[in-house]
């Protein structure tokens, strides 16, 4: 019967030994490519966007079956960024050179300047060789790298532009995490309307509580020759390949 195949057929089982995570990565991608009718079961959830990265660059037939965390997507990471610069400018700190750094190194900023790549490598290289001690307009009118307003969420801004400035984030392959996000955000600036003061700390810390917990489910197309999933989307699924990407102490037993 096809959907027992725990049962009735023989099983083949290869462990591959890899200490290098990008390598396990590229592994599992190549056996994706090679099988049909099959799971890949992400033990640890850093693994899914390198993988979900891989599968798309090798043109694998995949779908997500599993509900991710927005506190680890890259676009979370990226609004934090800008929360942390603001919440520094209304203390008065300087926003630092790594903090830069990571901002423009963010794989979503990247994919937002894809036209530019070659402007942000000089701009990340110029920091690399220069102490800078202010990021001011015109340290970036040398490089075209103001997509989404690097320039602007650099400057002080008032809470209300803020969170304008924010809410016109533009969309991309997380489109599932913007959605989400801009519609937290707006919750923000809803209670913000109605009691016409909320310092940036108090925005941090909302913005933090409200998304912590927060988990975005995939749409799922079970007719995809790869499923992409967790220990918990697996059960009482049948499949004829099963691939585990981070069987190591600590993903499995957890």
């Avoid at 779908?63 to 990226?78: D, H, Q, R, V």
Wanted: with cysteine; net charge neutral; charged share 25%.
């Amino acid at each position: 019967a096809p959907f027992d195949l725990l049962k009735t057929k023989p099983k083949t089982v290869n462990i591959f030994e890899i200490n290098n995570e990008s390598e396990q990565i590229k592994t599992v991608t190549q056996i994706a490519k090679n099988n049909k009718n099959q799971v890949i079961v992400v033990l640890n959830e850093d693994h899914f966007y390198p993988l979900r990265s891989n599968l798309l660059g090798a043109q694998v037939n995949f779908n997500i079956s599993m509900g991710l965390a927005i506190k680890n997507s890259k676009l979370y990471e990226l609004v934090s960024l800008i929360i942390e610069f603001q919440t520094k400018l209304h203390s008065n700190k300087k926003i630092s050179k790594k903090e830069i750094e990571w901002f423009i190194g963010n794989p979503i900023y990247l994919q937002l300047n894809k036209e530019h790549i070659s402007d942000i490598i000089s701009f990340g290289k110029y920091l690399s060789k220069n102490s800078i001690e202010n990021f001011n307009k015109n340290l970036f009118s040398k490089f075209k790298i103001d997509a989404i307003k690097l320039q602007s969420f650099t400057e002080k801004l008032s809470i209300k532009d803020f969170l304008n400035e924010i809410d016109g984030f533009p969309e991309f392959i997380e489109k599932p995490f913007v959605n989400e996000i801009q519609s937290q955000i707006k919750r923000i600036g809803e209670f913000f309307q109605q009691r016409n003061y909320l310092s940036i700390l108090n925005l941090k810390f909302m913005f933090e509580e409200l998304v912590k917990n927060e988990k975005i489910p995939f749409e799922s197309n079970m007719n995809a020759n790869t499923q992409v999933m967790s220990m918990l989307e697996t059960r009482c699924l049948d499949f004829e390949t099963i691939t585990f990407v981070g069987f190591n102490e600590g993903n499995l037993p957890s």
